[in-house]
């Protein structure tokens, strides 16, 4: 499907993005709590989009929402237009953002952020300069809580995800190596993360929930360090849905059947600390609000879109 409109007829940009912030969070009602939205305000912006295309793009369920194809032809194509619009307003609008940033990430997400966001940020704000870490999320967490960080992206179970911090729905899933067919052990051999990482205490959780006997086989701090356990069959883990199907061909998604216990779902949220001695704030709000521009636009690897909690 290509897009094409006449010379009278424009893309509103305002409904574009609450377009792709459904997208990205899975609901209407958790886009009407980011934009400070009534939940009717943002189901009309929805469909007065479709119906300048003359597209559905949503299907609406009681569980959330989900892309029509239609729906995700528009959002790869139009990804693009909304990252160089919030740039160009960006860069148009001179606010003073200079100084030290201290920015963390989860180890999964740094190749999307260094690979456009934070380069691009770098280029148009030449006084700002960014330290940034990586860590587990609860580390993160703790690092911002305690002034070592302005700023973290952190990944926490949807229940203690405050919805105005929300930038996209992760799929945890578990993940165990592609050519592995046999029955899952009554003892799960588990290649665990660090006990500061949320996907550790889901997957724990719900193992002993179900009844389910486990032992850890592997640990490490490194995201890529458990990959190459599962992908080695040594172990089973909890990794999100985006890392086992993006170009991970060692790894494949346990089945329903297989005897595993479902997970929850979680969110990639961005959080601030308490201003520091010598923090700008203009400038952590610039580094925040490109992070977010970056995650409505799928910058970041959520794949594609989840099934919601709720419309």
């Known amino acids: 499907m290509t897009i094409n409109l006449t010379h009278d007829r424009t893309l509103d940009i305002d409904l ?17 709590e980011r934009r400070h939205f009534t939940l009717g305000a943002v189901s009309q912006q929805i469909k007065r989009l479709e119906h300048q295309l003359g597209r559905t793009l949503l299907v609406r369920s009681r569980s959330g929402v989900s892309l029509t194809a239609e729906g995700a032809r528009l959002r790869a194509q139009s990804a693009t237009l909304l990252d160089e619009h919030d740039t160009l307003i960006h ?22 952020l260094l690979g456009s966001v934070l380069p691009d940020l770098a ?18 967490r ?41 029955a899952i052990p009554a003892l799960v051999p588990l290649a665990l993360h660090p006990a500061e990482c949320p996907y550790r205490a889901i997957a724990l959780t719900a193992l002993e929930a179900a009844g389910r006997d ?49 997970l929850p779902a979680c969110f990639a949220c961005l959080v601030e600390g308490p201003p520091g001695l010598g923090t700008n704030a203009a400038a952590v709000q610039t580094v925040g609000e490109r992070i977010q521009a970056a995650a409505v636009t799928g910058a970041p690897p959520n794949a594609a879109l989840p099934a919601g909690t709720g419309g």
């Open 214 to 262: 486990w032992e850890t086989v592997f640990s490490s701090a490194s995201v890529t360090g458990v990959e190459s356990a599962v992908a080695a069959g040594l172990a089973i883990s909890v990794l999100d849905r985006a890392r086992v199907e993006n170009g991970h061909s060692g790894m494949r998604e346990a089945g329903p059947g297989e005897g595993l216990p479902a």
């Open 91 to 112: 860069r148009l609008i001179d606010r003073p953002a200079a100084g030290v940033v201290r920015l963390g990430l989860p180890e999964e997400y740094v190749p999307a």
């Open 123 to 140: 280029r148009s704000h030449p006084d700002l300069h960014l330290h940034v870490r990586t860590d587990t999320s609860g580390t993160l």
């Open 16 to 32: 574009l993005r609450t377009f792709h912030l459904a997208c990205a969070l899975g609901t209407l009602r958790a886009v009407a």
């Open 142 to 182: 703790h690092l911002v809580d305690t002034g070592t960080l302005d700023l973290a992206l952190v990944v926490v179970p949807e229940a203690q995800a405050p919805s105005r911090h929300r930038l996209w729905r992760t799929r945890p899933v578990w993940a165990m190596a592609a050519g592995e067919r046999e």
